[in-house]
């Protein structure tokens, strides 16, 4: 199959994936509707198209919480990353590494924190939930200080998990989901034997080292589902500074009241995100968010911005939208699932190719020529 784009990585991991592995990626709370506009409205954002300017000469680095990126790009932080092709967070970091962008290691990855960090050449980025065992997160922020990891992503969008129909259809979660998970592993071979459900039972890497005994499937999903934190308020945030010292990008950010007091705290960055449409639906994308945001606190704070990536024009849209760098999400989970570190490293190849062609015919010779100047007005 001819690989051109994020949506025929999309088409290739549905078929290489057990349905309820798919699903949970590819799935969004309630009837979906944030996670469709999340796509829709970012493509309906008109570029201007500006020509003969010499554009031989152009650059995509950009310079984020003291660190120069190859291209004004980073991976989100997605859980589970190692259940969608063998040690994947190691194989997604590594193929973010070489391309000279930050990987951002979820909470609930499979693979640890002292697995990844070694692994690359430039310090990962970690992202913490705020979970009700206070314990478990200054585990995880000690480790994380002391694999090296750069910048800690706070994620805040999550203090109860959201509505999620197809997990329940798909076996990810609801009645016997254990034993259909398991007939859909049977009944998936290939990725079965890639991820090692063979020989070495899946592990959750981080969770695992803090309990200190081997964790699965099952015991994530519980142990996630009873640590959802509904009582998170900005006292946490001074908690955590206690206990991380480096730069704090809190994600999550979809209103500019939440993004003025983000800077109020002395946050370094924010996510504008809604999780990619799996935590309240209805609210707005994150296209539509962040003029206001941008208007709101832009120069007082970095604002990066995720939720509808799928392109390398799609970054170029949230940068001319307000954002300094864009996320990429399940676009590269996709990847990962049919291809593994190499189907990474081709998709962040495209989104690089992508990204030049929108800078060249919209006349932006640099990441900062890129602003709502490039906006069309109709
Ligand atoms: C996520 N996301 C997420 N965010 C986070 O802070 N910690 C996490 O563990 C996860 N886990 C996770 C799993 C899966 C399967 C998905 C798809 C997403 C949210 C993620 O970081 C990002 O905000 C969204 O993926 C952006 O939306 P798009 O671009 O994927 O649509």
New binding site residues.
Partial sequence: MIISSAGDFRAAAQRRLPPFLFH???G?ANAEST?RR??EDLADVTLRQLVLRNMTDLSLETRLFGETLSLPVAL??????GMYARRGEVGAARAADRKGIPF?M????VCPIEEVAPALRRPMWF?L?VLKDRGFMRNALERAAAAGCSTL?F?V??PVPGARYRDAHSGMSGPRSALRRYWQAVNHPGWAWDVGLRGRPHDLGNVSAYLGKPTGLEDYIGWLGANFDPSISWKDLEWIREFWRGPMVI??ILDPEDARDAVRFGADGI?V??????QLDGVMS?ARALPAIADAVKGDIKILA?????SGLDVVRMLALGADAA?????Y?YALATAGEQGVAQLLDLVEKEIRVAMTLTGAKSVSDISAELLARE
Avoid: C, E, F, W
């Fill in positions: 949970y990626i590819d969004g996670l999340n796509v989100a932080p997605v859980g589970l990353t951002t979820s909470t609930v990855s992202q939930y992503v994620t969008d999550m994600k999550g996510v995100s809604n999780h990619g449409g799996r994150s995720d939720s509808g990536v799928r996320m990429l999400g399940r676009a989970i």
